[in-house]
């Protein structure tokens, strides 16, 4: 039971980090109709960044993080924005979604290439002790990741929800076109939430990469659970994609302890398969009508 | 025959102009595969190689270009696909002791059913569901390819994989097997060739420039694009089944998840939806990294980046921007003899 416990919560953690890409994943979704292939790249490259400054610029860590993360968001939310997206967006979602995968090769190959082929240590900005309570040994790290990653998705939460602007964000991914002519200045609020799909990358990746080192293979792994979190929860809904960030962490974990190590990729595949089958709109989804 | 189905209506794609000259396609294949048949002869070994390594890549992209072109859907599992067929051949040359060819039509088989199982459930819901269904599945195979070490040879691979020995010829030598290589690659295109101008061809084509329309047409369209990405995965694993004995030893790197992305961008270097542009597609993919060795590792990230350059300039790729140059050609003369008002318009 300790054991189980222990590993519930590491699944919480990576599963918290998962629902920060696929959140991400959803937001670029619903106000741009962009698949971004790329996404698991996205958490792989800030971690790079920030040791490619400090290795390279001799840059204090801290100093490197703050512009790694600014360097990131302005390169992969607004650049990918004007340089891929609006480009593309008229030829349809398919090409765009091919650009996608063009551009995770080229951020793997270039962090292979440019940095490093090797696994990089990424210093934990949170305390690595384990605590014992009753038995059970927790990971404060992981705890940390929970809590930094809750605070996040309840801030984004709130944003949407109860701001102005979040409203604004709302409607122009409802409706973009009634939403113009209610005054929202809609291309403003879509490049917003791509600044917010590159902030919630760059977290995660902060986040994930003290435990699983900073690899530029790392994309492939943690894109492929952001998009089945995405799927699972509802692929329209920060709060499906939250709890399916979690679902899929979670037996991610528990299928690594108990199922097989070599094989835990393959449960959380066939949690996608058997979603598909039963619930395809997700866990959280509404259904969507068919547009002609 | 040659004539526009006329559900495809007043959209003008590449698809269209495409039909007008089916018969040049044609043409081009039955030439291009003498000419293949004959160059190779004092290009050496290695030279030998790379082109019958570029032959079985355009075999998979053009399965990719049936799965992507003309019935759209985005399947990330045709290198998976191609891994299925050479680990079959593979197994089933070495192991258990049985000629190329039945090996190699079990490996079409094989992929063929795999598709349709893999497909049924994601093709229910969504087009682009199968996509992310396509992503698990490669890695699933990419798993079972490294870890089960008894079957596969894990990370280690396959080695002294057999080539094949027909109707009494050993095509051991690299310019035998090369003209092998041809003499299949041919095949496969023409039975593609004649599947696209086939009443099938025409629904998949239908399905891709107005599903709706097709449908009310009374296609199915489930079953339609379901059979067109299992014939397309079957086309991976016939590319596979050349694939092993071509460079006689496998191992699971070359069927890795970014190897699918890669034929992806192959499909729309070429033109997607054009049934040359596999070739051309695969020509970027494979033969011009030899000749740019320079580059070193940098020519996967100059690729993807032409991908990108040419999805937002020309998203037909390099077989629509022939077409292009190809039509303001023919058009020049015809237009001087216009007056200059009316040539203005």
Redesign the interface.
């Known amino acids: 039971m300790a054991e189980f416990i222990a590993y519930l919560i590491a699944g919480l953690a990576t599963g918290a980090i998962y629902a920060l890409a696929a959140i991400g994943f959803t937001l670029v979704w619903q106000t741009s109709q962009t698949i971004n292939f790329a996404q698991g790249e996205f958490v792989m490259l800030p971690a790079i960044l920030i040791l490619a400054l400090v290795k390279l610029a001799g840059a204090p860590f801290w100093l490197a993080a703050v512009l790694g993360v600014a360097l990131f968001i302005a390169l992969f939310g607004w650049g990918f924005k004007i340089t891929i997206v609006d480009p593309m967006i008229r030829h349809g979602v398919l090409p765009l979604a091919i650009a996608t995968m063009a551009l995770a090769i080229i951020m793997k190959e270039g962090a292979k290439d440019g940095f490093s082929a090797e696994a990089q240590s990424f210093p934990s900005l949170l305390p690595a002790q384990t605590l014992s309570f009753m038995g059970i040994s927790i990971s404060l790290q992981h705890i940390a990741i929970i809590v930094v990653a809750c605070v996040a998705i309840g801030g984004l939460q709130w944003f949407v929800t109860r701001t102005r602007t979040g409203r604004q964000m709302q409607a122009a991914a409802q409706n973009p076109g009634v939403a113009l002519i209610l005054g929202i200045p809609v291309a403003r609020m879509v490049m917003l939430t791509f600044l917010i799909n590159a902030g919630l990358a760059a977290l995660a990746s902060v986040l994930i990469s003290p435990i699983y080192l900073a690899k530029f293979s790392n994309g492939e792994v943690i894109g492929l659970f952001a998009f089945i979190a995405a799927i699972v929860g509802g692929f329209n809904q920060v709060r499906g994609a939250l709890a399916g960030g979690l679902i899929v962490g979670v037996i991610d974990s528990l299928a690594a302890a108990y199922v097989s190590t070599s094989y835990r990729l393959a449960v959380p595949l066939v949690l996608l398969v058997i979603i598909i089958l039963v619930k395809p709109e997700g866990l959280f989804g509404r259904k969507e009508e068919r547009r002609v | 025959m040659s004539d526009i189905p006329s559900f495809t209506g007043n959209v003008p794609s590449p698809a269209r102009s495409f039909w007008r000259r089916t018969d040049g396609v044609l043409i081009t294949l039955l030439v291009a595969a003498v000419l293949l048949w004959f160059v190779p002869a004092g290009m050496g070994r290695y030279g030998t190689y790379v082109l019958s390594l570029w032959l079985v890549t355009a075999i998979a992209v053009m399965g990719l270009n049936l799965t992507?072109g003309l019935a759209?859907l985005?399947s990330l599992a045709q290198a998976a696909f191609m891994g299925i067929g050479a680990y079959a051949t593979a197994l089933l040359t070495t192991k258990g002791g049985m000629g190329w060819l039945p090996a190699f039509a079990i490996s079409g088989l094989l992929t063929f059913a795999v598709g349709l199982v893999l497909g049924f459930?994601?093709l229910?819901?969504?087009a682009?569901?199968l996509?992310?269904?396509t992503?698990?599945?490669s890695?699933?195979i990419w798993?079972v390819l490294?870890?089960e070490q008894w079957l596969t040879g894990g990370v280690f691979g396959l080695s002294n994989i057999p080539r094949p020995t027909l109707f009494g010829m050993k095509l051991d030598g690299h310019l035998a097997f090369h003209r092998f290589v041809v003499v299949v690659t041919l095949i496969l295109a023409l039975a593609l060739w004649w599947l696209i101008r086939s009443p099938w061809g025409r629904a998949f084509l239908a399905l891709r420039e107005n599903p709706?329309r097709a449908a009310s047409l009374g296609i199915n369209i489930r079953n339609y694009t379901l059979l067109a990405f299992a014939i397309g995965s079957a086309y991976a694993g016939f590319a596979g089944a050349l694939y092993a004995p071509l460079v006689e030893f496998i191992d699971p790197s070359p069927f890795a998840?970014?190897a699918s992305?890669?034929l992806?961008?192959m499909v729309?270097a070429g033109g997607s939806g054009y049934q040359l542009g596999p070739f051309i597609g695969a020509l970027l993919g494979v033969v011009l990294p030899e000749y740019l060795r320079v580059t070193?590792?940098?020519y996967?990230?100059l690729?993807?980046?032409i991908?990108?350059a040419l999805?937002?300039a020309c998203?037909q790729g390099i077989m629509g921007l022939l077409e292009r140059g190809w039509t303001a050609i023919r058009r020049r003369p015809a237009g001087r003899n216009l007056p200059v008002k009316e040539s203005a318009l």
């Open positions: 992507l759209g985005k459930p994601a229910r819901v969504k682009h569901y996509a992310f269904v992503l698990a599945f890695t699933l798993l490294r870890n709706v998840l970014s992305f890669f992806l961008l729309v070193g590792g940098l996967l990230i690729f993807a980046a991908v990108v999805l937002i998203p």
